[in-house]
Structure formats: C-alpha cells, structure tokens
C-alpha cells in the first residue's frame, strides 16, 4: 500500500505532501536542550513530538537519520556553572545525563546523532569563514557578525519583513552591527564568558544559531529533507539558521520546517519569573512516564498544550482502561498495523485523532491485538504488562498520603514498629520518605 504523509510546513504555511528527496531515505534535524538546567515539559513536548514522527518516518522509509543537538556552550550554561561552583564540563555533562533520563522515561527513542557544539567547534569556524568568504559575514570589534540584509528572503519562514522583526523583538543594540537586525556568528571571550577557542577572529565562542546550521551540514548535507523544532525557535533560530545555511551553500538548508506549538501551566505561560517552570522530574514523582507521555500526545502539536494535574489524571484513567482491556485479552507481537490509526497519524501527525481510534477499538473490542500493537509501535505507549501498571497505579498519591497519615498515628501512639512497617512497605514500592520539623514529604526512589 502507498501511504501518503501530510505535514504542515511553516516555511509556506501550509499542510503538504511530504516527498523526500531521496526516494528512501530522509535526513531530519530538531534543536535539542541547552544543557543548564532540568529538562521541562515545554523540552519534553518537542522530545516526545519529533520521536513519533520519527517511528512513522521509520515505518514509510527503509533509511532515516534523525540529528537532534545539544548545545553545550551558552552564557546561561556558564552562568550556572559559576552560581554551582562546578566547571562547564561537570554541568553540561551531568545535565545532558538528566536530559536522558527524563527522555527514556517518556519513552523516547534515541536518535542516530547527538552532536555537541563544543566537539564542533573547528567545523563552526570553517562554516563561519564561508559565510565571510560569501559576503554575508564581516568582522567588527572582535565579533563576526552576519549581515541580514545580504539575504533578500530574510523573514520568510516567520513570514514577516525585516522591519517587523526588528522592531517586534528584543534585539541586541550593538555600536558594532551595520544593521540593527544582524545577529552574531562569533563573539570574543568577555568578563561573563571567558572560557574560549582560539579563531582567526581571536580567542571566543560561537553564536547559538551558527552552530545548529554547521551541524546540521555536517550530519545532513547542503539541503536536506526536515527540520524542526518548538515554535518559540521560528524566529530568529531558525530565521537565522536559514539565511547563515544559504549563504554558504546558496540553498535552502531544509524543505520542511516543523514547530510544534507552545507549552502552558494551568492556563499561564511557563516561566522563571511566574515560578511555575515544570520539571519532567518533578511530574515523574507523581505519575509514570508513559501517562506523561500520552498527556503530552492528547493535544495537537501544533496546538498551544495546556499541562495540568487535570490532563494527567485523564491520561491516567484512559490508560488504566485500556491496560483493562488488555488484562484480558491476550497480546501477541504482529506487524500489521491499524490502518484507521495509522492514517490519522499519517495526517499531519494527528494524535488525538489517533487515541480516539484507539480508544474506538478497545471499546468495540475490535481487533485489539493490532491496535495495541499499533500504539506501541507509533505511540510509544502501552508498553508494560498489565500486572506492573497496575501495581504502580496502587502506589498512587492518595494511598501514599494515607500510609504516611497512619505512620504518623502510629509513632503518635508510641507504635514505632508499625511505624517502621509502614515505611517499609512504601520502600518496597519505591517511595523514600523524608521527615523533618515541617512533616513527611515523599519522593519515588
Ligand atoms: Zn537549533
């Protein structure tokens, strides 16, 4: 059978026929963490996104080579690093570990390249000497600077003028540039940066845009078939990835350009200064990976994500449900896939579509076999036995609270071995508690 895939292209605001263009194989680039601090869900969501368009990609073509970065040299890396007292390397290294661990618990599937900016350096610095070479770059004060004016399709993808991008965003002023609007390719070591590499510019580092357009060349080649990212990175990242690529290589670096849409905490926008940033660790305390990862999937990805206790604890209930189901009946591995499924997923990557068809064939008890296979496949959920997930559900909040309520009795009846029984059934269950003057916390071990 010809499946036929749509994805909604940001570079001409359009859904689309996904053609690659070579006949079987396809090459896609998705901006990774910067490695500072623990992944939140707004990290997440593009992690989980990209991964089950990578499983369908995998399913239609025999070769794809998916490159997600990480970006490891950052003022706000260094800045962390120093407010820690530990080096860059320490904290980029510990910080792509959690990275990691938060994704394999959302069950996301590891990419065939992980490059690092800081092992790229020398491919930066060539990169950045073609685009000098080209006309496009010139250096001012110990920085090079890309001038935008050089590119005439700047503000195409966010499809806007120059002028509107200028003045719509916060744009770094800077005596140096020739326009207000050129962003940095290279910038010297400073009092808030000085850790360098040494370049025929002097000793520095690079800018953030020009190492995702270097990598994504080296992994990919001149032009290649998809690259995504959060929408947040339409402009200027991606703006910029576009105009830097071209000018080096006179094409357009991809032909599909992908964004998921914003992530929301309770209806507020996520941020530092709100106090409402969300770690995936700290969700993972409360509810597994696979929930989070069906919470993130029940919205469309280029829809805004409204992330609450509320989106979980549905998620929570239709997994329950279907792990119902399949207690009995019984699983066995199969290839064949649902079609009904498969073709919500096919269109623009239509997952809610694609948990209602499920959810359809559970109730219908129609063929569940595949279905369930289906959604381990595309979905990456649905992965446990029946048994363990519900065990781990019996360990929810509401029984952990109330094993806490009757240790606490029992040590205020002077009943210290109950008291330590307890605790020793919520250890056995992977719960660690804490107590100190302001009562008993609790976390999963
Ligand atoms: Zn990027």
Redesign the pocket.
């Known amino acids: 059978m010809q499946y036929k895939l749509k994805l909604y292209n940001t570079l001409h605001n359009k859904l689309e026929d996904f053609i690659p263009i070579n006949k079987d194989y396809v090459g896609m680039y998705v ?1 990774g963490p910067t490695v500072y601090d623990r992944a939140h869900i707004g990290n997440a969501r593009p992690a989980v996104v990209f991964d089950v368009l990578y499983r369908v990609l995998k399913y239609l073509y025999n070769n794809v080579k998916y490159v997600r ?1 990480i970006t490891d040299v950052d003022d706000k890396i260094y800045k962390a690093a120093k407010n820690k007292h530990i080096s860059i390397n320490d904290l980029t290294q510990e910080t792509a570990k959690m990275y990691h661990d938060d994704t394999d618990a959302l069950n996301v599937l590891s990419v065939d390249i992980e490059p690092k900016a800081t092992e790229h350096i020398n491919d930066i610095i060539e990169f950045i000497q073609r685009i000098i070479d080209s006309g496009s770059g010139y250096i001012s004060n110990n920085h090079v600077y890309f001038d935008v004016t050089s590119y005439s399709n700047y503000g195409e993808l966010s499809n806007k003028t120059l002028d509107d991008l200028i003045n719509g965003s916060r744009i770094e002023v800077s005596q140096n540039k020739k326009n207000p609007g050129d962003f940095v390719l290279w910038k010297p070591v400073d009092d808030e940066f000085p850790v360098g590499w040494d370049s025929p510019w002097g000793k520095g580092r690079p800018g953030w845009h020009i190492e ?1 357009s270097t990598m994504a060349n080296k992994y990919l080649g001149d032009k290649f078939d998809i690259h995504g ?1 959060g929408c947040d ?1 339409v402009f200027p ?1 991606h703006e910029n ?1 576009i105009a830097q690529s071209y000018s080096a290589n006179k094409k357009i670096m991809a032909n599909y350009w992908i964004h998921n849409g914003h992530v929301m905490i309770d209806c507020q926008k996520m941020s530092k200064s709100l106090g409402n940033v969300c770690t995936v660790r700290s969700i993972l305390d409360k509810f597994n990976g696979e929930t989070i990862r069906l919470a993130l999937l029940m919205t469309h990805y280029r829809s805004p994500l409204n992330f609450c206790s509320e989106l979980l604890q549905q998620s929570k209930n239709i997994l329950d449900k279907w792990y119902q189901v399949i207690m009995h009946n019984e699983i066995t591995n199969t290839d064949e896939v649902d079609e009904n499924m498969l073709s919500s997923l096919l269109d623009d990557l239509n997952t809610p579509q694609a948990i209602h068809n499920i959810s359809s064939a559970m109730k219908n008890n129609n063929n569940i076999n595949t279905a369930v296979n289906t959604c381990r496949k595309f979905l990456g959920i649905l992965n446990k036995n029946p048994n363990e997930w519900f065990h781990e559900i019996n360990v929810d909040e509401e029984w952990i609270l109330k094993q806490i309520e009757l240790r606490k009795q029992a040590k205020q009846n002077k009943d210290y071995v109950e008291a330590d029984r307890i605790r020793n059934v919520l250890c056995e269950n992977g719960i660690v508690l804490e107590d100190s003057k302001n009562g008993t916390s609790w976390k999963r071990k």
């Open positions: 901006c970065n995702c990212g990175l990242h990835e």
